[in-house]
């Protein structure tokens, strides 16, 4: 079916019979110009928006449109998490090009729907319009806590630990998997259409890359998962971090901005980078330095944060929290000390989708 035999109207009511509300602060939700939302006097809502651009964010020659709808919407929900919020609701919009059918969008609205219904959040609205450039989504998120659970990026104080979930560089990896695959099959369909071969080009579009035992990098790059899990464990164990942001340009992008931020300094150690094996073994591969992966790669939409000294014990027995370094005074830098002892300055080497 063609987008224009339904329209831009036409097309929302398509997607929106499927939404259901969840949350009684959801007062009206699509339907009308504004959602109406009632927090209450005691809490603070929390809005963050992303826009991701065909070309720039995703490249649709591997990246199926349901994988796009479910890591836009988790990229988001990782913010608000990052600010030691609960996600709530999120409005969506798109700008589409002619080349996308009605069920090319439905797909991208049903990954929406599924990260949506794994953290109760609401679609309550967005706008949809048209593109000459591909796809666009931009979608704006918000979220809801206690004023004194709000946790920001400038609280980071000297000899608080530096704590990370999870582990880096395996979207990065992800990514590079992904690109490499997609020059190898360009350079064979070049090669097909030069020797003018039909069986060829036959056998090209149906063949498919061997990703067996790179499964883990792969879902790492094109199904991220916002870490709220993580906020929970740390509400239980009774730990409030003085900082904290989601990793997504790259650890050492976001922890120099907690420290510009804190006006702090810090030290982080190589061999505490926490890795996973396909992680280290795709990095071997490419022959590119695991560390760096780690360091800069982004887009692991893992969490950042910053602890009291006093706390060590408490989050270190936490699962999949990862003690890294600790805060210094300013006059000290930030670095990294490598496995032989060395100490390096951090460089912002992470994702910068503007710098020339």
């Known amino acids: 079916m063609e987008i224009s035999e339904l329209g831009e109207f036409g097309l929302i009511e398509r997607l929106a019979k499927d939404i259901t509300t969840k949350n009684a602060s959801t007062i009206k939700g699509i339907g009308d110009d504004c959602a109406i939302l009632a927090p209450t006097e005691e ?55 002619s080349k996308f059918q009605v069920e090319d969008i439905e797909e991208l609205y049903a990954g929406m729907r599924m990260a949506c219904e794994k953290w109760n959040v609401d679609i309550v609205g967005g706008d949809t319009t048209a593109s000459l450039t591909g796809l666009a989504i931009s979608i704006t998120a918000i979220g809801e806590a206690r004023p004194e659970d709000i946790v920001l990026r400038s609280g980071a104080k000297p000899t608080d630990l530096i704590c990370v979930s999870g582990n ?123 560390s760096t992966c780690a360091l800069n790669g982004g887009e692991d939409y893992e969490l950042l944060f910053t602890v009291p000294l006093a706390m060590n014990d408490t989050v270190s027995a936490l699962e999949d929290i990862h003690v890294i370094g600790y805060i210094t005074e300013a006059e000290k830098g930030q670095a990294l000390v490598t496995r032989d002892g060395s100490e390096f300055a951090l460089k912002a080497q992470g994702w910068n989708p503007l710098k020339a």
């Open 43 to 97: 809490m603070r809502s929390v809005v963050t928006t992303d826009l991701l651009m065909e070309g720039v964010h995703f490249d649709l020659t591997y990246v199926p449109l349901r994988h796009l709808g479910y890591k836009a919407v988790m990229v988001n929900l990782s913010d608000v998490f990052a600010m030691n919020a609960q996600p709530r609701q999120l409005t969506v919009s798109l700008a589409i090009s």
């Open 168 to 290: 880096l560089g395996a979207a990065y990896m992800g990514l590079q998997l992904l690109e490499r695959e997609k020059a190898i099959y360009n350079e064979q369909v070049e090669a097909a259409r030069k020797s003018g071969s039909k069986e060829q080009m036959e056998l090209l579009r149906d063949q498919q890359p061997d990703f067996s035992g790179r499964e883990y990098i792969l879902e790492r790059q094109l199904k991220p998962e916002a870490r709220g899990d993580i906020i929970k464990a740390l509400r239980q164990a009774g730990i409030h971090p003085t900082s904290m942001m989601d990793i997504s340009d790259g650890l050492s992008s976001e922890l120099m901005h907690i420290c510009k931020q804190s006006q702090t300094g810090c030290r982080i150690y190589e061999e505490r980078l926490p890795l996973d094996y396909q992680t280290a073994a795709m990095a071997e591969e490419l022959n590119l330095n695991v």
